[in-house]
């Protein structure tokens, strides 16, 4: 389409943005569990001096433990947010969450909450409205351990009263920022391939 930027091009503006605003490009090779210290550090030495020196032992003392908003944080630092082939926004509510929209797979929304001890990334399968005979669904989810890997399909009720199938994913709050996007690409893969393995199974 006529006048639509790829990430390529979102991401040589944003270099020139950068560039005319006096910044400098230096490549670091790290651990990817310093990924959030790493982006905190380097909006910091993007501020004028202002006669105090930043010291980078104040990043790397932050918590063990990813809440939503240091992952919400972390996340929008990556090349697929910032070129656009990811959507993210932080829903506000009584449970905050990460809302992913996977751009290149026709818009596929993820979900992304930090409960406790673990971080829980899940999307919606189908409505068990939609499903012809559950009992013979459910058999079929339940031989399907080693086919989605990093995922699994359980029931899940909305606010609504709605009863609705998800896959989802749960990792330690602890994970590296390396860990939990590899799971939300892998539960989106699955997903989608999810939809034509049970597909027959499926109202239309």
């Known amino acids: 389409m006529a006048g639509k930027k790829s990430s ?4 040589r503006d944003m270099r020139a943005r950068l560039k005319a605003a006096g910044l400098v490009k230096r490549e670091l090779w790290i651990l990817p569990e310093h990924a959030a210290a ?3 550090i380097e909006k910091a030495l993007r501020q004028p001096l202002a006669g105090k020196q930043v010291r980078t032992e ?8 990813w809440t939503i908003e240091s992952l919400h944080g972390a996340l929008q630092g990556l090349e697929d947010v910032r070129g656009g082939a990811i959507g993210l926004s ?8 990460l ?3 996977m751009n290149e797979l026709d818009g596929l929304p993820l979900y992304i909450a930090v409960a406790g001890e673990q971080i829980l990334v899940d999307t919606l399968l189908v409505e068990a409205s939609q499903v012809k005979d559950a ?6 989810v339940l031989r399907t351990r080693d ?3 990093l995922s699994s399909i359980g029931l899940h009720t909305l606010p609504s009263g709605e009863l609705v199938y998800t ?3 749960a990792l330690s709050a602890a994970s590296s920022l390396e860990n939990i996007v590899q799971e939300i690409h892998t539960l989106a893969d699955n997903v989608i391939t999810a939809a034509e393995d049970f597909e027959d199974y499926f109202t239309h």
Not at 8 to 11: E, L, P, Q, V
Not at 58 to 65: A, I, L, S, V, Y
């Open 167 to 169: 896959m989802f994913g």
């Open 90 to 97: 932080l829903q506000q509510g009584a449970e905050p969450s």
């Open 147 to 149: 086919v989605f890997p």
């Open 135 to 140: 009992a013979a669904f459910n058999d079929a």
């Open 8 to 11: 390529t091009d979102y991401m």
């Open 99 to 101: 809302k992913l929209v």
């Open 58 to 65: 104040d990043f790397m003392t932050e918590h063990n433990h």
């Open 38 to 40: 790493l982006r905190g």
